[in-house]
């Protein structure tokens, strides 16, 4: 949505405001209980990834990691929506973020959060953060610390938030990551996959992989199991 919503945007604090929550996380969950202590009434909360079509009138909406689309008739009212986004904005739109910030080598990662338009991940956003894609990071490392990012921003934010909009500014141009599978067996050659085969004696000894100050042991798929 464009700035000419901003006037539609009330300010709460002659009433509790009415407050959707929805997650499909378990840090949801936790974020739902610190959300209660506010001065809000929650007129829906979901946090176990049902994926809801019907809202009740609220005053703000948030949407914490969660998975499901938001119907288009729920951006009438502009600015209401708030997503807490896993990936930096606007470079990173969509899924997979993790995995395309270490194939593509990004020097950063990072999580926004934004206000919601009928697009996917291209709202006003409020705050991007940034930090540094390590040697040894796996996709993993950068999740966990995206959502470390984004519990900062709801506790940062949501206080604000209650009390009608704040400052955002529009996205620039930025690239969308369609959810699609990914391909997780490492092409060997033909030398390295002797040597991986002579060097494993399951349980005990297995190849390993150096990587950015990390060691992986190649482990067979009958053992790991």
Not at 35 to 46: D, G, R
Not at 142 to 163: C, G, I, M
Not at 194 to 222: C, D, M, Q
Request: with cysteine; hydrophobic share 40%; proline share 8%.
């Amino acid at each position: 949505m464009n700035g000419t919503g901003h006037s539609l945007i009330p300010n709460f604090m002659s009433s509790l405001p009415k407050v959707i929550f929805l997650s499909s996380t378990p840090a949801g969950k936790k974020l739902l209980v610190w959300l209660k202590e506010l001065p809000c009434q929650i007129v829906l909360a979901e946090t176990d990834d049902r994926k809801l079509t019907a809202f009740p009138p609220c005053d703000v909406a948030f949407g914490y990691l969660y998975t499901h689309r938001i119907p288009e008739s729920e951006f009438v009212v502009p600015y209401r929506w708030v997503n807490f986004h896993p990936g930096p904005l606007p470079e990173m739109r969509g899924r997979n973020l993790a995995y395309h910030a270490i194939m593509q080598g990004r020097p950063t990662f990072g999580a926004t959060i934004h206000y919601m338009d009928r697009a996917f991940d291209t709202g006003e956003i409020i705050e991007t953060v940034h930090f540094p894609i390590e040697p040894g990071h796996t996709a993993g490392d950068l999740v966990h610390l995206s959502h470390k990012v984004l519990q900062s921003l709801f506790k940062k934010y949501a206080p604000l938030l209650l009390r009608g909009k704040i400052p955002s500014a529009p996205q620039a141009a930025g690239q969308y990551y369609k959810k699609e599978s990914i391909k997780d067996e490492v092409d060997l050659t033909e030398a390295q996959a002797r040597l991986v085969r002579a060097v494993t004696v399951a349980p005990r000894f297995h190849a390993k992989v150096s990587i950015g100050g990390r060691i992986y042991n190649l482990v067979p798929e009958e053992i790991r199991a």
